[in-house]
């Protein structure tokens, strides 16, 4: 298996654009992770999916942020709109049984 | 509200010492608490996992501790080398709002290993 996919790798926008953040999960995990890091605040759970569903979205910061997951091989992260705040590495992780949990190699955003 | 403190942000020791970094927690007792290790650059990676009825984990040069009445785990690396330079963070699946438990990270703890 190829691992956790995450698309793009980096993301530079400006102040007020829409960002989509892409995962594809490990095939045959039920669980879908999304994380959010900075150095002032570390590795911050945003939303988790359980068989598509959300399940805890209660670290989402507000509402310009969105999540979604149309099925079992993908996911969405959207900010809409952006501000200079979300600067950030973004990370998807899946997981079998909500436990060990396999990360993505992140997305790196930069909003000016 | 539930809080996890690593000892330190970072840690510094010769190659061939063992390695002691900590992991506190507070007002919950988690089902188990694991362990992941993260490159710069990289997502975390997960080492370790030890359940609330185990004391000891090893894995090769690693062994975890967790002693649910402290609310602390000790995460040991043994003989250690260059390789491992890195930022090690520990993680526990702790009530998360109404929706649940939830694994949360602490910040980490940066070791660097010098030849």
């Known amino acids: 298996d190829a691992g956790v996919i995450q698309s793009p790798r980096h993301e530079v926008t400006e102040m007020g654009q829409e960002v989509t953040l892409r995962c594809k999960p490990i095939?045959?995990?039920?669980?879908l992770f999304w994380y959010r890091q900075t150095m002032m605040r570390g590795l911050e759970l945003l939303i988790y999916?359980?068989?598509?569903?959300?399940?805890?979205d209660s670290g989402m910061p507000e509402d310009r942020f969105s999540a979604k997951m149309p099925n079992a091989s993908f996911s969405t992260l959207k900010i809409q709109p952006s501000e200079p705040r979300d600067s950030a590495v973004y990370f998807c992780?899946?997981?079998?049984?909500?436990?060990?949990?396999?990360f993505g190699p992140g997305t790196r955003l930069t909003v000016l | 509200s539930q809080k996890i403190e690593q000892n330190s942000e970072a840690l510094n020791i010769q190659e061939g010492k063992t390695a002691t970094l900590t992991c506190n927690y507070t007002?919950?007792?988690?089902?188990?608490l694991q362990w992941y290790r993260q490159d710069p650059g990289r997502g975390p990676v997960f080492l370790l996992l030890?359940?609330?009825?185990?004391k000891e984990k090893r894995k090769e040069r690693l062994k975890v501790t967790f002693d649910t009445t402290l609310k602390q785990s000790l995460f040991h690396i043994t003989a250690s080398q260059p390789a491992d330079s890195a930022t090690y963070l520990c993680?526990?699946?702790?009530?998360?709002?109404?929706?649940?438990?939830?694994?949360?990270f602490g910040k980490g703890t940066t070791l660097s290993v010098s030849s």
């Open positions: 992780a899946s997981s079998l049984m909500k436990d060990t949990q396999y």
């Open positions: 095939s045959g995990h039920d669980y």
């Open positions: 030890i359940r609330e009825n185990e």
């Open positions: 993680a526990l699946d702790i009530p998360h709002n109404q929706a649940g438990t939830a694994l949360i």
């Open positions: 007002n919950y007792s988690p089902a188990y």
């Open positions: 999916f359980n068989n598509n569903v959300p399940i805890d």
